[in-house]
């Protein structure tokens, strides 16, 4: 997997700080999380290709997450894109869109298609033959989801030398990789696990952005990959995660241990810090292995 930060502070676009969105690469697949304003500009100084984004999916209706999906909706038709393009989101978002290019005389030359949610379980909204995605139900002042991404489990390696040793056909090999026994022409069964070696673990990955600390979700992220979860405040201000619903940094890292995670990610910094490398040293003193989303940096896991 592939995550592009595209943007990851909270509130207002500044000169150098964007709000949230990010695109994640997997296996050849792009899906765009969240689209603040300016993600077009964004995904041009990223030098990410429009045309490969099949599937958006917005965790709620603040300014902050969504602002930047119309103007990305219009480039797309200038741009003379034909290829599908699903919209998930919380249930209004069709009518937030639809409306703008109603009022501006627009339309698109693809087919735009709206999945909207309202439900406040998990639910799997998406599905292909390499991936599939959950939402995670949010705490925070509107109806708000996180995103669960998830690899299949891929077929099975073949282990050359041992289909070459026993002489076995290629016309068998797909059936090897799918985990079946073969057997030889004089009867002799050849188990599965000598002629391949096990498929890599699949990765996960989960977005969680904006939210308080909701540990009803630590059964579902439980040994997640890679957890962004939102870090607004540092522990001074928790006070404010009440009023405001969202975590602190501490608060983010006792997510990821209490879920027994990979690697955590911060972001949704308030710009009213000097600087984020705070956050960081604030989490890991509870949790080890924290990094830190900032405009533009890739993560490969
Ligand atoms: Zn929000």
Redesign the pocket.
Known sequence: MKLTVLGCYSATPRTFNNPTSQVLEIKGNLFLIDCGEGTQVQLRRNRIKFARIKNIFIS?L?G??FYGLIGLVSTFRLLGREADLTIYGPKGIKEAIVLQLKLSDSWTNFNLRFIELESNEPQLIYEDDKVTVETIPLT???Y?NGFLFREKLSERNLNIKAVEDFDISRAYYQKIKNGDDITLEDGRVIPNDQLTFDPPTPKSYAFCS?TTYKVDNVEQLMEVTVLYHESTFLDEHQHLTDKTKHSTAKEAAKMASKANVKTLILGHYSTRYNGIEVFKEEAQTIFKNVELAEDGKVFEF
């Open positions: 709620h603040h902050d997450h925070h002042r509107v708000t904006d």
